[in-house]
């Protein structure tokens, strides 16, 4: 009898000021969270300002008029059509580091590309399980090897041991010592398990239906990857090849080991060239004096690679939005 007059008896009525409180303090946590994850996503935005506003105050513009910036000093169509860039002999033509550039990653894309993708498509419709888990860990471990590493790889390996006895003693083709071809195998590696990775979470986001309605069909599994998943999976696909060449196109180490330091408006891949960030780590290493025209020429260079790789963002972007599937 008590248990049940115990269990019939009325709580106590939680007062209003009560309710009121709580409620004052929910609000308040719940606004501090918000302020602290705003803050966090500005982050990125902040970084970015700051990085443009250094590079456009070195180059562009200055608030000094005793220190002018670099195209205060040098003319913008020189700089952007110009054939020779010798910093010591003050000829600022970023042609040959653009082209030197574009050169280790187009190598770099012809190699990283293919494999990227058809080892994505492997992994998302062959693999059986069990391979899928121990082959995707292991070609993410490329990722994680330092730069510097492959830089070394190709100066010591790639070049000795495969260009020179391919190219020389079959074609009778010189190859040097630092070569853009080096590099940009070595390149070509390194975005492999972007590729690879990103490629692969594309295909796989792949409604199954799909696949059932194509094997329904009576079409193969390789006519059902080429002909039904590749092209459903496009947007994911070319996001991971443009993100993959700007990958490419910013790289630093490994191109200026391998591909040595010698600015050279060429298009031959087995001569010395220096990238635009290879410049950046020759000049930034040496004893360049502040505020000389040698050393605002580093920004140059990085606004214009800036510029680049905002480009290339920027068309990933267009293509994802253009050509992405919604699939309910």
């Keep these: 009898m008590s248990t049940a ?6 709580q106590p009525a939680v007062s209003d000021g009560s309710l009121a409180r709580r409620f004052s303090l929910t609000r308040v946590r719940e606004t501090l969270i918000q302020g602290c994850l705003f803050l966090c996503a500005f982050l990125s935005v902040f970084t970015t300002l700051g990085i443009i506003v250094v590079l456009l105050s070195e180059s562009v513009f200055s608030l000094s008029a005793d220190d002018p910036a670099f195209f205060q000093k040098v003319s913008l169509t020189s700089f952007l059509t110009g054939t020779e860039w010798a910093w010591n002999e003050a000829k600022f033509g970023i042609l040959p580091l653009l082209c ?14 293919p494999v990227g993708i058809l080892s994505a498509v492997y992994m998302s419709e062959y693999a059986a399980p069990r391979v899928r888990a121990v082959l995707k860990p292991v070609l993410e471990i490329l990722a994680g090897i330092p730069t510097v590493v492959y830089g070394y790889f190709a100066l010591i390996f790639v070049t000795p041991y495969l260009l020179k006895p391919v190219f020389e003693t079959l074609f009778g083709i010189d190859v040097g010592v630092f070569n853009a071809a080096s590099a940009g195998i070595v390149v070509g590696i390194m975005i492999v398990p972007m ?30 990857s080429v002909r039904v998943v590749l092209p459903a999976a496009f947007s994911g696909i070319m996001a991971s090849f443009l993100l993959a060449v700007a990958r490419a196109v910013g790289e630093t180490m490994a191109v200026a080991i391998a591909a040595g330091n010698t600015p050279n408006l060429t298009l031959n891949p ?34 214009s690679l800036f510029c680049v790789t905002l480009v290339m963002n920027i068309v990933s972007q267009w293509i994802m939005r253009r050509y992405r599937e919604v699939y309910q």
């Design 5 to 10: 007059t115990e269990a019939t008896e009325p």
């Design 100 to 113: 030197g550039t574009f050169l280790v990653a187009g190598i770099a894309a012809l190699i990283g590309l």
């Design 270 to 303: 087995f001569e010395p060239i220096q990238s635009m960030t290879a410049y950046i780590v020759q000049v930034s290493q040496g004893d360049t004096p502040a505020g000389t025209i040698e050393y605002k020429s580093l920004y140059a260079v990085g606004l």
């Design 195 to 224: 590729v690879s990775s990103l490629s692969e979470d594309a295909l796989r986001a792949v409604p199954r239906s799909l696949r059932e309605a194509g094997y329904a069909l009576g079409s193969t599994k390789f006519d059902v």
